[in-house]
């Protein structure tokens, strides 16, 4: 069940005894906690049938006793048990769960982990529980997750901008929500989100940055290439090399796989790498900018500088060093 299914069924009215909510994406985990916390009881009911523990500092028995209690001048209570993965003997929890107080509405968050298949708690909560299981959110998927959390603001986003902000952050969903949220706070009353807003609001360069790096090393635009590194190295945090070489590495491993079609379109392309139809002109240049032998020949050199920006052979080179040699080789 996902955490939008479980937040619909909730504002409907239809509850569960148990919601077990684990796994590696917390942000899921965290929507579902939050709209149990300050939104299924009114504020009138909740001073009363509303308990919070915290798995650190609980213990198992005062967690059950608090959901064997029935609501006072309500039809439900809400128990909520945060941080479980460090609760201790969490598996004395399973004679409750396996037969709950319809009354009670017991949410668990089990972040970072999942509970062990194999053990008794796992099969009783897979029978009498609704159970939410996250998983990290892939890079592919986060411009198109971004795409509809803009939408859900009544708002739209240029293609370019979608790249910047999902570039510069990543697989942090939370950020990212704050930050689409302090966008449409701040564009008053435009409907479209511009590199220029990624640029005042957010503080990324709409000139130098991964995706402009990236751009010119496709164009093989030495020039460019080498300003950007420049930027960067006078910014170390506006792009460090951990985050540069990744991305480079996904971009040219991408353009790399268009010599696997039987011919190279734009709508084959498109589907084959996932990549917004805005881009896929740009990784076809690309393709034929370097050959078949060039990007095999980039993707072994992002490989080597890799292993180098992180010690292995190499003596101490800067960052900004690592990656004008890096650019040079590329583009040669």
Request: with cysteine; hydrophobic share 40%; net charge neutral.
């Amino acid at each position: 069940m996902s955490a939008e299914k479980i937040i619909a069924d909730w504002k409907k009215g239809n509850f569960k005894p148990i919601y077990w909510l684990e796994g590696d994406e917390p942000f899921f985990i965290d929507q579902v906690v939050y709209y149990a916390e300050h939104k299924i009881l009114p504020e009138a009911e909740a001073s009363f049938n509303l308990s919070i523990f915290y798995g650190k500092d609980a213990d198992w028995s005062s967690v059950v006793n608090a959901c064997m209690r029935y609501p006072m001048f309500a039809e439900k209570q809400v128990v909520i048990l945060k941080e479980a993965q460090q609760m201790r003997d969490i598996e004395k929890l399973e004679s409750y769960i396996d037969n709950p107080l319809a009354s009670t509405i017991f949410v668990v968050s089990y972040k970072e982990k999942k509970v062990d298949g194999r053990s008794k708690l796992a099969k009783t909560l897979k029978s009498k529980g609704e159970m939410l299981s996250t998983k990290k959110m892939y890079d592919s998927q986060l411009p198109e997750w971004v795409n509809q959390m803009v939408a859900s603001h009544q708002l739209t986003i240029a293609p370019k901008a979608l790249h910047l902000l999902v570039d510069h952050i990543g697989n942090d969903l939370s950020r990212l929500q704050n930050e689409v949220e302090k966008l449409a706070v701040n564009l008053a009353g435009r409907k479209n989100i511009t590199e220029d807003d990624i640029e005042k609001y957010i503080g990324v360069s709409k000139d130098f940055n991964v995706f402009e790096l990236q751009d010119a090393l496709g164009k093989r635009d030495l020039a460019k290439t080498i300003r950007i590194i420049h930027y960067f190295e006078a910014n170390p945090k506006a792009a460090p090399i951990q985050m540069i070489l990744p991305a480079l590495y996904n971009y040219f491993s991408k353009v790399f796989m268009l010599y696997s079609l039987p011919s190279i379109t734009e709508q084959s392309a498109a589907a084959a790498l996932g990549v917004n139809p805005f881009f896929v002109k740009e990784y076809i240049a690309t393709a034929r900018r370097y050959d078949y032998e060039g990007i095999e020949r980039v993707l072994l050199l992002l490989h080597q500088y890799n292993l180098r920006s992180i010690g292995v052979h190499d003596a101490g080179t800067s960052d900004a060093g690592l990656l004008k040699e890096l650019a040079v080789k590329m583009i040669a």
